[in-house]
């Protein structure tokens, strides 16, 4: 850009002239960037499928709302400007509004809140919303923005509760195969043990007879031994497939008899079995599920651990029990071996998890290479039927 002015001589005429010329390049390419800038500010505002707001950060008035917002909402763009969001009912929660204007406070902007608007109509629509203090044409507005996200709450909504079925089922089928192992247990100790337990008298009987001659005594011990041993092993299968203590005697009870059988016995694992606090009742459901789940766990250690120490220790309080399990094995990295628990045979670290949640309890997995395990488990003592009991999955 120049510009250019003319010299005089005493008398009036021209004699020369100064010109100037300043350069604008920069000064013109900035205009033209800001120009361009706010048209595709202007086209992204009303081509955006987000429903994208102006207004007034002191007052929340809108300036301009895009087409999204109209169509989404049901309102007119002229019925929005000069309103606010209150004024027209579009907060469906008056607590969600005074959380989005303190955050706005304390920090100047928002992001990826959840919470309903209303439509014109009284439809709910979930958004996630987004909010800024921006400078647009040389004033200070508010730029809001939010995503509809009805559709993926219900699918979420949907699986939470496709989730809580499952559970509900791996659940009730542990009870049910409880229930089913100690009828069996109890046909076989009721039946088969008694029929055992008579033979075994009248062998006796007969041994000790004056008429019975040696070399049948002989036979008569043989065969007892031979019952005696079936006898053992028929306890011993008794014990694998439902533990009679658990129900006659109780949950600590239940843990100290496999302790000692399976540990010490069979494996000779030293073991510690510690108790705090007065045994609460526990619930029929709770009592074998948290058993089943403290056994489960008891073997996954026998098999992989190379523990030479395990230690038990339940503690009670009035509405909860928590049941620790610690060994001194070869541990393992929990964030590696949970995923695949389930895909190596039986429930899995990952399910006791899954079965002990839906009970409102937790279990916890505490474990390094080299540095052993502990794994906490907590139920609550008493729960209601299970919501889900008898629907289909």
């Known amino acids: 850009m120049g510009a250019a002015s003319l010299l005089y001589d005493p008398g009036g005429r021209v004699v020369g002239a100064i010109e100037s010329i300043r350069d604008i390049t920069n000064s013109k390419r900035a205009e033209a960037a800001l120009v361009a800038s706010e048209q ?20 929340g008035r809108f300036l301009d709302v895009n087409e999204q917002f109209e ?6 763009r002229s019925e929005m400007i000069g309103k606010t969001a209150g004024e027209l009912n579009i907060w ?21 809140l959840e919470f309903p608007i209303q439509a014109k109509s009284g439809q709910i629509v979930e958004v996630l919303f987004s909010s800024e203090i921006i400078e647009l044409n040389g004033r200070s507005v508010l730029l809001s923005m939010a995503n509809d996200i009805t559709e993926h709450k219900r699918a979420q909504d949907a699986l939470k509760t496709h989730r809580r079925r499952l559970q509900a089922l791996a659940s009730e089928l542990v009870v049910a195969e409880e229930a ?3 009828r069996i247990a109890e046909e076989i100790h009721d039946n088969i043990g008694q029929s055992l337990s008579i033979s075994l008298l009248k062998i006796a009987a007969l041994r000790q007879g004056d008429l019975c001659p040696a070399a049948v005594k002989d036979s008569l011990l043989d065969i007892a031994n031979v019952v005696e041993k079936t006898v053992g092993d028929l306890r011993t299968m008794i014990f694998d497939l439902s533990s009679p203590v658990l129900y ?12 000692s059988e399976e540990l010490g016995r069979k494996h000779k694992i ?5 108790r705090e606090n007065e045994p609460q009742p526990l619930d029929e459901k709770i009592k074998v599920l948290l058993f089943r789940a403290v056994r489960e766990v008891l073997v996954n250690v026998l098999k992989h ?6 230690g038990v220790h339940i503690v009670w309080s009035p509405d909860r029990v928590r049941v620790a399990v610690e060994d001194n094995g070869v541990g393992f990295d929990p964030a590696e071996k949970m995923p695949l628990a389930t895909r190596k045979g039986g429930f899995g670290l990952l399910s006791i998890r899954e079965r002990l949640t839906y009970l409102g309890g937790s279990f916890e997995v505490h474990s390094q290479p080299s540095r052993g395990s502990r794994m906490v488990l907590t139920v609550p003592c008493r ?3 299970f919501p889900f009991h008898g629907e289909p999955v």
Do not use: C
Request: hydrophobic content about 35%; proline content about 4%.
């Open 180 to 182: 089913e192992r100690r």
């Open 71 to 76: 169509n989404q909402l049901g309102y007119s």
């Open 270 to 274: 030293r073991y510690g079995l510690t």
């Open 40 to 59: 595709k500010f202007n086209k992204t505002f009303h081509l955006s499928p987000a429903l994208v707001a102006i207004s007034e950060p002191e007052t």
């Open 305 to 310: 651990a190379r523990a030479s120490h395990v």
């Open 92 to 112: 469906k929660s008056p607590e969600d509004r005074s959380a989005m204007l303190a955050a706005l406070r304390e920090h100047g902007r928002v992001r990826n």
């Open 248 to 259: 006659k005697m109780g949950l600590e009870e239940a843990i100290e008899e496999w302790l």
């Open 383 to 385: 729960i209601m039927e």
